[in-house]
């Protein structure tokens, strides 16, 4: 087992990951920007480095500088966290080569399965159902023109290195094509350095589910159940939950199975997500593959008793699953709290928490690094907390969320507690009846004050 674990990551999964290695007798070491210096990883770790200014291209993004944390506090093993170098193979290709343990994927898993196009051709090599669309990467304008013609509208154009919906674009029409190529084409290299597209069928009315899978490193995996994140905006996902209210047993067999045998066609290390696209007559299709620990993990751990975190660093020493497949014994939801106006185009907002309420009681998880003082800096994603409630059904856990987002209190800055209020009051989602394009029908009104 490790002796020192540096974490690469900031905010609420850096605390996260470190309360796992305190409860496993493992020390700790935080990095952080000079616009974190008073977060709270910083504080409880056991050694915290400052590895740059707040820009992240200087800081959580600069492998040199977290290397050389890790050799300065001699640690052992790194753990990336989600986001920023979490799918970067050459980040894992460099702890490999500084004899520093990634938890997570090797770089080969990465490059296979973190490319977008590469994990397609890949799945359809496994097969596992995938949604119709180009062979690989489109080499320009004039292919995607005539490849749309063929498959027939409306298509998806996707950016190959894509994350959080950057570089993705619907085109209904052809006449739309040229516009949203370049418009996809410019984002996705400003935001990745990677400005290569691919093309699919749009799936209409879909779900979004998702099936959380583990894998150790004797090439066996299983899967802990699906969670559907359908309700997104823009491609970011605003809620999430577990069991899915569209899913029925056949299905998440069927599901669970074709995770599976992703996973293990790679031999798959560590734990992830197969994504899927489920049509409206339940047919599903892969998207993509998340080679890292996803944001809403918190509401399989409720629901399957399963700490993610630890099984992280468990299969990253050399520990074996044991093949079970996990199934869902109760009901979970997560709101996702952002410092954002939710009545001013979700614009972000930065700023010092001037008093905070957080909720508890039975049912009650909230996954947070904020606290009363703390100033939210402009410098990275806005979320600032995960609101979880657990329930022995969908009914009693969305009870508990309506109550629990009452006594959420946040001054200072403006947060998206008041759209999850609206949300649970929404017929519709107290139904189950929502797709992607739910947030497109959704009309917020001005009922709640901050």
Known sequence: MFKKILIANRGEIAMRILRTCKEMGIKTVAVYSTADKDSLHVRFADEAVCIGPPASKDSYLKISNIIAAAEITNADAIHPGYGFLSENSN???????????????????????????????????????CVPGSEGLIDGYDEAAVLAEEMGYPVMIKATAGGGGKGMRAVWKAEELHELWDSAVQEATAAFGNGGMYMEKLIQEPRHIEIQIAGDQYGRACHLSERDCSVQRRNQKLTEETPSPFMTNELREKMGAAAVKAAEYIAYEGVGTIEFLVDKDRNFYFMEMNTRIQVEHPITEQVVDYDLIREQILLASGTAISGINYLPKLHSIECRINAEDPYNEFRPSPGKI?????????????????????????????????????????????????????????????????????????????????????????????????
């Open 91 to 129: 980040f894992s290709r460099i702890c490999q080569e500084n004899g520093i343990k990634f938890i997570g994927a090797t770089p080969d898993q990465i490059d296979r399965m973190g490319d977008k196009a590469n994990a397609k051709k890949t799945m359809k090599e496994a097969g596992v159902p």
């Open 354 to 450: 001037t008093e905070l309420n957080i909720p508890g009681g039975h049912g009650i998880r909230v996954d947070t690094h904020v606290y009363s003082g703390y100033t939210i800096p402009s410098n990275y994603d806005s979320m600032i907390a995960k609101l979880i409630t657990t329930a022995q059904t969908r009914d009693e856990a969305i009870a508990k969320m309506k109550r629990a987002l009452e006594e959420f209190y946040i001054e200072g800055v403006k947060t998206t507690i008041p759209f999850h209020r609206q949300l649970m009051e929404d017929k519709e989602y107290l139904a189950g009846n929502y797709t992607t394009k739910f947030m497109e029908d959704f009309v917020m009104d001005k009922k709640f004050n901050y």
